[in-house]
């Protein structure tokens, strides 16, 4: 395991707030990430500069990805779909495990709950996590599946609100 989720508690698998950077696109902070997630996520890792300090931009709306100093890696300049900043399928939560949002999605339509993160971390405890590399953020997925299982179910409590469909009669 490479330390990078606890299975202790969801929070502890976000990354602290602090060490931020702000995006030169959008403005908003982005957050510490470590150079050889860069370097493994990018398609040319020769234009990862070793000294640099990189953080990520989680602004679902911004095309930036990484930025330092030395420059910006956007959407296209990597490997992988990056989650936060996808709006069709297939969106990415988990890239140890390959889960994503239609996973989700699928298992609380058909079931209503989803075991998704409890599979998740018992792979983590059997140590096959890589969150550090995998995923863009650099950090545990879990804390993503969590917002992303709450989300769905938001919107489908929104869907399915006689509010909506009395208010739709007058």
């Not at 000294?51 to 030395?70: G, I, L, M």
């Not at 399928?89 to 994503?100: A, V």
């Not at 996973?103 to 409890?118: E, F, K, N, W, Y």
Request: charge should be negative; include cysteine; charged fraction near 25%.
């Amino acid at each position: 395991m490479s330390g990078c989720c606890s299975t202790a508690q969801d929070a502890a698998c976000s990354r602290p707030e602090t060490n931020v950077g702000s995006c030169p696109a959008c403005k908003q902070n982005g957050r510490l990430v470590a150079t050889r997630t860069v370097k493994n996520l990018v398609c040319d890792h020769t234009r990862v500069a070793a000294a640099a300090t990189y953080y990520f931009c989680r602004t679902p709306e911004c095309a930036v990805v990484y930025f330092s100093d030395e420059g910006t890696f956007h959407k296209s300049d990597i490997k992988v779909r990056v989650g936060i900043k996808e709006q069709e399928d297939p969106i990415p939560l988990c890239y140890c495990f390959d889960y994503t949002r239609a996973d989700v999605s699928h298992d609380l339509a058909l079931r209503g709950h989803t075991d998704i993160p409890a599979l998740v971390k018992a792979e983590v405890q059997r140590g096959f996590c890589a969150c550090d590399v995998k995923n863009p953020s650099g950090a545990c997925c879990l804390g993503d599946l969590a917002r992303a299982i709450q989300q769905i179910k938001s919107d489908r409590q929104v869907m399915a609100s006689p509010e909506e469909i009395e208010g739709e009669d007058s």
